[in-house]
């Protein structure tokens, strides 16, 4: 992959990005000259992100969107079209992991729905109501995050580790995200937008109980792809060392 966009003077949207993986990406964005719109459902806790982003000179501003709310996902459109006119990427960050460590057979249907509302129908929300911004965009790009547990090669049979069975509402709403990306691009295959799904790695984060490696390493391959040159792939799946299997 080609990150050869430059991001100076790009609009990008970041959801779920007060703190962890998502704050990171902002970050990296904004420091390459990025105006980041610093998306999140709390507003004490984006606010406070992004004037602690500002005050180091990134251009980085908090905008309120819960993406299980389609007022909400619609009113931060109507925002970034009045301002903007214009979105050049989206990073469909937020998400969550709700399960309770019981294997499939016994797993909440709750949490489930919970877990899909925001981890896949948010995503497809949020990319159908930015996509007409995007489209007015020269270099449109999509990144989902994903994650190596949505992967159905890495996390089947024997040799994978118990506890990937038991995160059943978690690892297929991802494997769902990765099925959402695939179509997205493929409708776009004529337009300039680029869909892609980013696998971080385990990073220590909330939703890892502090468990892994830095977010700002869980970042770069997002960020890379946010950045896609006009060769730049779509429709894949992508982690530091490359294409992660479906």
């Known amino acids: 992959m080609n990150a050869t966009t430059d991001p100076a003077g790009r609009i990008a949207l970041v959801t779920g990005a ?4 998502g704050r990171e990406i ?18 004490e806790a984006g606010r406070a992100a992004a ?8 251009s980085v501003e908090f905008l309120a969107v819960d993406i299980t709310d389609a007022d909400s996902v619609g009113n931060a459109a109507s925002e970034i079209e009045k301002r903007f006119g214009r979105l050049d990427i989206l990073v469909n960050n937020a998400g969550i992991s709700v399960d309770k460590g019981a294997p499939p057979s016994q797993a909440d249907l709750g949490l489930m729905r919970d877990t899909y509302e925001t981890n896949v129908f948010g995503v497809v929300a949020m990319i159908q109501a930015m996509l007409p911004l995007l489209r007015k965009s020269d270099a449109g790009r999509i990144v989902n995050m ?5 992967s159905l090669t890495l996390t089947r049979g024997a040799d994978a580790p118990l506890s ?5 509402a978690y690892n297929s709403s991802k494997t769902a995200v990765n099925a959402v990306t695939v179509q997205f691009a493929n409708e776009l295959l004529d337009t300039p937008i680029k869909v892609n799904a980013a696998n971080p790695g385990l990073c220590a984060t909330d939703l890892s109980n502090g468990n892994g490696r830095p977010p700002s390493e869980g970042a770069a391959v997002a960020i890379e792809l946010a950045l896609l040159d006009a060769d730049g792939p779509t429709g894949g799946h992508y982690g530091d060392t490359g294409p992660v299997p479906w």
């Open 164 to 168: 990937f069975s038991r995160l059943l």
């Open 51 to 58: 004037e602690e982003l500002a005050a180091k000179g990134l």
């Open 18 to 21: 007060n703190k962890g993986i």
């Open 146 to 150: 994903s994650t190596g547990l949505g």
């Open 26 to 43: 902002a970050k990296g964005l904004a420091e390459g000259g990025a105006t980041v719109l610093l998306g999140a459902r709390n507003a």
